[in-house]
């Protein structure tokens, strides 16, 4: 996974995280 499409992924979670949405991706502070 090239830094580009880890940067967007890294920026979905900490949206999901804000929403309190558990990402697939990211099981951490469910």
Do not use: F, P, R
């Not at 996974?1 to 558990?22: N, P, Y």
């Amino acid at each position: 996974m090239d830094s580009a499409t880890s940067a967007i992924v890294e920026m979905q979670i900490a949206m999901w995280k804000e929403l309190g949405v558990c990402g697939t991706n990211s099981k951490q502070n469910c």
